[in-house]
C-alpha cells in the first residue's frame, strides 16, 4: 500500500523554527512532485510549498522567504524548514505527493498524508 507518514508538528513561539518531514513509502513507481498544503480553522486549505522531481519549486507569497522546501528522492521523502514563524502559520499541515503507483498498471494519483499540527503561539 502507498502511503505519506509525516512528522515535526508541534508547538512553538512568534519567530521559532520548524522542520516538518514527510516519507513516501509503498508500491511507487516514481513521484512527480511534493508538497504542503495548510489548513486553519474556518479557512480553505491552501498550498504552502511544492517542489516537482526536475527540481522546480513553489511558493505561497505569505511564507517566501521564511519557509524552505527540500527533497531527498533517495528517500522520497519532503522536508518544510519553517523559520521565523508567525502566529497566522498556525494549522494543520499536510503533505501531498502527485506520484505514479503500481496496480494492475501504473497509474498516476494525488496522495494525501494525515495531517501534523502546527501551533504558534502568541
Known amino acids: 500500500q502507498v502511503q505519506l507518514v509525516e512528522s515535526g508538528g508541534g508547538l512553538v513561539q512568534p519567530g521559532g523554527s520548524l522542520r516538518l518531514s514527510c516519507a513516501a513509502s509503498g508500491s511507487i513507481f516514481s513521484i512527480e512532485a511534493m508538497g504542503w498544503y495548510r489548513q486553519a480553522p474556518g479557512k480553505q486549505r491552501e498550498l504552502v510549498a511544492s517542489e516537482t522531481s526536475g527540481g522546480t519549486t513553489n511558493y505561497s507569497d505569505s511564507v517566501k522567504g521564511r519557509f524552505t522546501i527540500s527533497r531527498d528522492n533517495a528517500k522520497n521523502t519532503v522536508y518544510l524548514q519553517m523559520n521565523s514563524l508567525k502566529p497566522e502559520d498556525t494549522a494543520v499541515y499536510y503533505c501531498?505527493?502527485?506520484?505514479?503507483?503500481?496496480?494492475?498498471?501504473?497509474?498516476?494519483?494525488?496522495?494525501w498524508g494525515q495531517g501534523t499540527q502546527v501551533t504558534v503561539s502568541s
Open positions: 501531498n505527493a502527485l506520484m505514479l503507483v503500481i496496480n494492475t498498471r501504473v497509474q498516476r494519483d494525488v496522495y
